[in-house]
């Protein structure tokens, strides 16, 4: 673990920003590591989830938004279940994704390809396409064997359709799309 | 139960794709058991997990947009979805829409402005509320006696318990009780809300590789013939992935990876063909011969 000199890189901003943000409000954490204890993510986090509350706590932003936990979080919701203080962590760690995509982090590449080749997928047909999705996929990745082994299993079931099973009026999902971009997305 | 129960049905992208036997054993008991699924008018995607690790507001119009179709559909009691994820979505957003600066912001992004909001469940709590076990017994065409299954919930059927407001968040037992019914032995599997790896298949297929195999191995440890789970990405990891989870962990795991609206199916006496029992990677033929089932 790195020596981090809180008063040196507290931000406040920072602070205050998460906790409008999530409606979370994080001085209510005293450090029990429940949420920790239950996290099922903890062997392939950098940063164990109770001590992301720690760091948020202590205004320290660079830390927080350059981290892989925030991307491998799974919404499992164990943390949220069992904080004694009735904090939604797993809100907390989706909101601090959405910042850290704001800023333009993507510490863990694959993941953050895949969320943007699911949402173009479903902002395209109205309903995610598996097949399209994956292609997206090998195209920003460059993984163009990923799941290649699964193909097998699943095309002679039928369960990998070629083309894509679309809403009847796929223009009315792109608008939602559209529309957030224009106001939310800034 | 009386009468016929109509409910506006969201079937979810996968039901279409890797989960179609879970979308068409769904529908089979359902019939059978007098529920209506009448399918939300050209229902789109909830955006499962990639939408709400985006953007909340994004992510519950998507879903919001599904509500609002639901309401055409005349005499429902509500929504109801077999897919955790997409009832997670439904919701999560659906509560955050009581927050009027939210609803403000989401209502933007829709066509029009969401007026009604529907209860939403899962299949599995309206099978369980309006069905229920007892009602299931004298129903049992075939009964799956000597079956030892490890019901498997999935993180999120439950979860949290504030918004899913159904069983118990640590210890759920409606698919046991429902599966016992049909003369299944639920055994106590320890690791029922534990998390799979989720979509991580793909991008970290180590994660699902660990985490997926973990539960493997505890059912293999607890004596199960078969998972049971009520999840198509739960399915999917521990059935299409088993191969992978193997070569990886060095184990030898042959665990069929049911849904269990196939097992309830088949103990109704349904069309093989609806519940999709050919669909699944790891192949259940000698585990039901075991116990008397042709499949
Ligand atoms: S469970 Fe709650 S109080 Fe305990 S460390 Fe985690 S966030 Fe803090
Ligand atoms: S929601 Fe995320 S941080 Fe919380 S326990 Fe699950 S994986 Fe860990």
Redesign the interface.
């Known amino acids: 673990m790195n020596v981090i000199r809180l008063s040196e890189s507290q931000d406040e901003g920072f602070k205050s920003h998460v906790r409008k943000e999530s409606g979370q409000d994080l001085a209510r954490c005293y450090q029990c590591g429940n949420c920790t204890a239950g996290c099922p993510f903890t062997f392939a986090y950098d940063i164990p989830v109770s001590q992301i509350m720690r760091l948020v706590q202590a205004g320290q932003k660079e830390q927080v938004l350059t981290c892989r936990s925030i991307w491998l979080c799974a919404s499992c919701q164990s943390c949220t279940t069992r904080c004694p203080n009735k904090i939604d962590v797993a809100h907390v760690m989706d909101t601090l994704r959405h910042m850290a995509r704001r800023e333009g982090h993507d510490t863990e590449f694959a993941v953050k390809a895949f969320v943007d080749s699911f949402l173009e997928s479903v902002e395209k047909n109205g309903r995610a396409f598996e097949m399209g999705l994956m292609v997206r996929y090998a195209l920003k990745t460059g993984r163009f064997w990923t799941g290649a082994d699964l193909a097998p299993k699943l095309v002679p079931r039928g369960k990998l359709s070629p083309v894509p099973h679309k809403v009847k009026n796929p223009g009315a999902i792109a608008a939602i799309f559209e529309r957030y971009r224009q106001e939310c997305g800034k | 139960m009386t009468g016929k129960i109509r409910y506006a049905y969201y079937p979810g992208?996968?039901g279409?794709?890797?989960s179609?036997e879970y979308d068409t054993s769904t529908r089979a008991v359902c019939a059978a058991l007098d529920i209506e699924l009448v399918d939300i008018p050209?229902?789109?995607?909830c955006?499962?997990?990639?939408?709400?690790?985006?953007?909340?507001?994004?992510s519950a119009?998507?879903s919001c947009?599904n509500l609002a179709q639901a309401a055409q559909v005349e005499g429902a009691r509500g929504v109801i979805t077999p897919c955790p994820s997409c009832l997670s979505n439904l919701k999560t957003s659906a509560r955050r829409m009581a927050d009027p600066d939210f609803a403000a912001?989401v209502n933007?992004?829709?066509?029009k402005p969401l007026r009604h909001i529907p209860p939403v469940k899962s299949v599995l709590q309206a099978l369980f509320e309006d069905v229920g076990p007892d009602a299931l017994y004298p129903r049992v065409f075939k009964r799956l006696e000597g079956l030892k299954l490890a019901p498997y919930y999935g993180?999120?059927m439950n979860?949290?318990?504030q918004i899913m407001e159904f069983d118990d968040?640590?210890h759920p037992v409606a698919m046991d009780r429902l599966l016992e019914a049909v003369g299944a032995t639920a055994l106590p599997f320890p690791l029922k809300?534990?998390?799979c790896?989720?979509?991580?298949?793909?991008?970290?297929?180590?994660?699902v590789e660990?985490?997926s195999g973990r539960l493997l191995d505890a059912a293999a440890a607890c004596g199960a013939d078969a998972f049971v789970t009520a999840c198509p990405l739960c399915q999917m990891n521990l059935d299409?992935?088993q191969?992978?989870i193997n070569a990886a962990n060095k184990t030898g795991h042959r665990i069929p990876v049911f849904y269990y609206t196939q097992l309830l199916g088949l103990a109704l006496g349904l069309d093989p063909k609806a519940l999709g029992l050919?669909?699944l990677?790891v192949s259940p033929r000698d585990v039901l011969a075991a116990v008397g089932v042709r499949a």
Do not use: F, M
Request: hydrophobic share 30%; charged share 25%; glycine share 6%.
């Open positions: 992208c996968s279409q794709g890797t179609v050209d229902w789109n995607c955006g499962s997990s990639p939408a709400h690790t985006v953007d909340h507001h994004l119009a998507l947009r912001r933007k992004l829709l066509d993180c999120i979860r949290p318990p968040h640590e809300v534990e998390c790896g989720a979509s991580y298949g793909v991008a970290r297929q180590d994660i660990r985490l299409l992935r191969d992978q050919d669909k990677a």
